[in-house]
């Protein structure tokens, strides 16, 4: 390990143990290295668990960007899924055994098709809301390239592998499918259509698909128009019960919609229609576009996001229940079946051991050989821009040219960025910068349709701290950089710290230190902004201006969200 011992994070993560076990590992510690079961890094979240520990929860059970979500369960298991645009790994897969502690197992694709494609940032393209299903003892993923088509993938285990992507339908402008299965062995398909794409929105159609879900069989089938009540109607999930066919499709808009169940006794209709849940008296915006799923014991929930802005797409759980052959989701205080989200709620019933608390990690050590799955790139990447060795206890990132044209980091793929994890916290890295050319840049960046980010940049062959901030990167903006803090000599051998501190609504100030414990602002705070159909982002990138033959180097030690 190059950089100081880690005691501190140690005692950091070990802060929640009782005081004797906690006095047992740290003597173990300083005497002589942690035992192997305590090396082992956590990954629950340290900004937000929606456990509450006294058998009930808070929304949102997911407080990051898992827009679009659908799920299911399989036996004792509850898997999702979401969209995940440009961003790779793609499709990433969660796990939970009580649909409140969630635990991110994988992901579909480390590369999205087309290569080519995808290998430069294609901002708002890519996966759009996709379906989770299980038949025949396969997992199946549908999912929308808005561009391309409808696709469709198959693992016998969610965690992977997954076969490559099929293209099910070859169309511009037909978004989220989802298919059913039913009992007399026929599958159909149901899907919207992008406006942006196709000329045409809030309709939905169904299609006849083969047997083995890999093929369409017959023309698509128009089975509703939401243009009377029901705009930008989108996001089907596909369901049987007791006879009725029924469609759970949003309505309304992302920010400010709601969700609609339609109900048929054939497969194509007519359908009947009814709103089920909306914001009501609550402040929970927009609440709607998910998953109805039952537990073991025979409860029924709902999963679905709420927009926040630059905090993304939230995802919350529902209490739902069934009245006269209609779904009632959330509380329905006034009995008239349409129910409004909880902010606070007992727990599932679930048949078995209770789960311990699990969240989708944040903070990475970088004490493997694999990133921690919380990180996507920004486009497909290059094997050689990050490489990590377990025992070196650090990830390596080499300085990468800037893109052709290059603007902004609108355009750079080499962005590494996670989902903003909370509505408050804070993240550093420790970090060293060995650049060996003029203008080589590492950075810690909060990314969306505006960004900022603190910098160690090689300026006259020494490196100098500063900040920049680019408003509207997506209309091709330049940045505007602060005035520079020059690095002497000996703290530019030193590992350096760099901070951003998010405060609520999204409010962002950044600082670095040269100690890991005084922290220096630097810069003006910026106010986060989402990205394209996606929250804001936070993560690392290391740039250099031209091509080449070699490049400057950054190690991190550890990234941490606290």
């Given at each position: 390990m190059r950089f100081v011992p880690r005691l501190r994070a140690f005692v950091l993560a070990s802060a929640w143990l009782p005081q004797a076990v906690w006095l047992v590992l740290l003597l173990t510690a300083v005497g002589g290295g942690l035992p192997r079961a305590a090396q082992a890094q956590s990954t629950l979240s340290k900004v937000w668990v929606p456990d509450l520990g006294n058998g009930s929860y808070k929304n949102p059970i997911l407080y990051a960007d898992y827009s679009d979500p659908d799920a299911i369960r399989v036996g004792e298991d509850f898997y999702l899924t979401s969209s995940s645009f440009n961003a790779v790994p793609g499709l990433q897969i969660l796990?939970?055994?009580?649909?409140?502690?969630?635990?991110?197992?994988?992901?579909?694709?480390?590369?999205?098709?087309?290569?080519?494609?995808?290998?430069?940032?294609?901002?708002?393209?890519?996966?759009?809301?996709?379906?989770?299903?299980?038949?025949?003892?396969?997992?199946?993923?549908?999912?929308?390239?808005?561009?391309?088509?409808?696709?469709?993938?198959?693992?016998?285990?969610?965690?992977?592998?997954?076969?490559?992507?099929?293209?099910?339908?070859?169309?511009?402008?037909?978004?989220?499918?989802?298919?059913?299965?039913?009992?007399?062995?026929?599958?159909?398909?149901?899907?919207?259509?992008?406006?942006?794409?196709?000329?045409?929105?809030?309709?939905?159609?169904?299609?006849?698909?083969?047997?083995?879900?890999?093929?369409?069989?017959?023309?698509?089938?128009?089975?509703?128009?939401?243009?009377?009540?029901?705009?930008?109607?989108?996001?089907?999930?596909?369901?049987?019960?007791?006879?009725?066919?029924?469609?759970?499709?949003?309505?309304?808009?992302?920010?400010?919609?709601?969700?609609?169940?339609?109900?048929?006794?054939?497969?194509?209709?007519?359908?009947?229609?009814?709103?089920?849940?909306?914001?009501?008296?609550?402040?929970?915006?927009?609440?709607?576009?998910?998953?109805?799923?039952?537990?073991?014991?025979?409860?029924?929930?709902?999963?679905?996001?709420?927009?926040q802005g630059p905090y993304g797409r939230v995802v919350h759980l529902q209490p739902m229940v069934w009245k006269n052959g209609w779904p009632v989701i959330g509380e329905d205080p006034d009995g008239d079946g349409k129910g409004q989200p909880v902010l606070t709620y007992r727990k599932p019933k679930i048949k078995g051991k209770a789960q311990p608390l699990a969240t989708p990690p944040t903070s990475d050590e970088f004490s493997s050989n694999q990133l921690g799955l919380q990180w996507q790139w920004h486009a497909n990447p290059q094997d050689y821009w990050a490489f990590l060795n377990g025992p070196q206890g650090y990830l390596r990132l080499y300085a990468m040219p800037l893109a052709e044209g290059y603007k902004n980091l609108w355009q750079q793929p080499n962005l590494l960025l996670q989902k903003l994890p909370a509505d408050v916290f804070t993240a550093t890295a420790k970090l060293r910068f060995d650049s060996r050319l003029e203008g080589e840049k590492l950075g810690l960046v909060i990314m969306g349709l505006d960004y900022a980010y603190l910098s160690l940049t090689n300026q006259g062959g020494k490196l100098q701290l500063s900040q920049s901030v680019c408003k509207d990167a997506d209309k091709g903006s330049a940045e505007a950089t602060t005035a520079a803090v020059p690095l002497s000599a000996d703290q530019a051998k030193q590992p350096v710290y760099l901070r951003v501190a998010v405060k609520p609504g999204a409010k962002c100030q950044f600082s670095y230190s040269f100690d890991g414990q005084a922290f220096q602002p630097l810069g003006a705070e910026f106010q986060a902004r989402e990205g394209k159909w996606i929250g804001a982002k936070v993560g690392l990138f290391c740039t250099r201006p031209g091509k080449f033959n070699d490049s400057g180097n950054a190690d991190i030690d550890w990234f941490r969200i606290e």
């Open positions: 796990h939970s055994k009580d649909l409140v502690n969630w635990s991110l197992i994988g992901a579909v694709f480390n590369e999205q098709p087309p290569l080519a494609r995808y290998a430069v940032p294609q901002h708002g393209n890519g996966v759009w809301a996709p379906a989770l299903r299980y038949h025949n003892k396969e997992f199946y993923i549908y999912y929308p390239d808005p561009d391309l088509g409808i696709f469709v993938t198959k693992a016998k285990n969610p965690a992977g592998p997954w076969s490559a992507p099929v293209c099910l339908k070859q169309a511009s402008g037909w978004i989220d499918p989802c298919p059913l299965w039913d009992a007399d062995g026929k599958a159909y398909l149901v899907h919207g259509f992008a406006g942006s794409r196709a000329g045409i929105k809030t309709i939905l159609a169904v299609s006849p698909m083969s047997a083995d879900g890999l093929s369409l069989t017959g023309p698509d089938a128009l089975v509703f128009d939401g243009h009377q009540g029901h705009p930008t109607l989108e996001g089907p999930k596909f369901y049987k019960r007791n006879g009725y066919y029924y469609i759970f499709a949003p309505a309304g808009g992302v920010p400010t919609g709601w969700q609609l169940v339609l109900r048929a006794t054939n497969v194509y209709g007519p359908y009947e229609e009814r709103i089920v849940m909306d914001q009501g008296k609550t402040p929970i915006n927009g609440p709607h576009q998910g998953a109805w799923v039952d537990t073991n014991a025979g409860e029924d929930w709902f999963l679905h996001f709420q927009d």
